[in-house]
Structures are given as C-alpha cells and as structure tokens.
C-alpha cells in the first residue's frame, strides 16, 4: 500500500488542524492505521493509532482530548483532527499501516508497521 499524507501547516496555538493519508490498493480495510510524529533533534514519535474497522483508537497521552483519529474505508482515507494545538505539537507528522488489525503492546512501535507516508509539516507558532 502507497501512503499520502497531506493536511500540515502554519497555526497559531490553540487552533485546529486535520491531517489527512490516502492510501492506494483496494484493500485499505486490512490495515491498522497510525500516525507518528517527529520533531527536529528527536526520536519519531507515536501520536494515534485505529484499528482496522474504527472501533478502536489508541492516542499518546499528551494528545488525549485534543486529537482524533478516524477513517473512512470507503474512501481509503484516515484522518488525524487536532484541535487546541500547542507549539510542543510542532513536528513532521506521518501516517503508516500495518496489515492486520491492532496489538495493544505494539501499535505505538514505529517498527511494527509495515508502511510509511511521506510526511507533513505542522508548525504551531506561540
């Protein structure tokens, strides 16, 4: 599966962001979805996952209330809403997939999954 993450940008803290990764191949539905984040100087970072069918969601800590994680298959779209960012938000965000559905001990390992977008840039100015 190819990965296009898209939805980064310039905001101000306390405003909103969606980030969106669409996602090739016809079989979207069997892929665990989760998106990362990576700031300069700093290891990638895991921020949200969902599960195959999007009953189930994971977040970082930090990020719980504020994010949201979600997908529609029909449309082979996952999308990450972030809302009241912070300027500690600043990072490349990527999506990835991983075939198969979510391990409760392993969805925030960069390592487990099998896929990677390229990246998108959000910047939260203070």
């Known amino acids: 599966v190819q990965l296009q993450a898209s939805g980064g940008g310039l905001v101000q803290a306390g405003g909103s962001l969606r980030l969106s990764c669409a996602a090739s191949g016809r079989t979207f539905s069997s892929y665990a979805m989760g998106w990362f984040r990576q700031a300069p100087g700093k290891e990638r970072e895991f921020v949200a996952a969902i599960n195959r069918s999007g009953g189930s969601t994971y977040y970082l800590d930090s990020v719980k209330g504020r994010f949201t994680i979600s997908r529609d298959n029909a449309k082979n779209t996952v999308y990450l809403q972030m809302n009241s960012l912070k300027p500690e938000d600043t990072a490349v965000y990527y999506c990835?997939?991983?075939?198969?559905?979510?391990?409760?001990?392993?969805?925030?390992?960069?390592?487990?999954?099998?896929?990677w977008g390229q990246g998108t840039q959000v910047t939260v100015s203070s």
């Open positions: 990835a997939a991983v075939i198969g559905d979510l391990t409760a001990g392993r969805v925030k390992l960069p390592s487990w999954y099998n896929y």
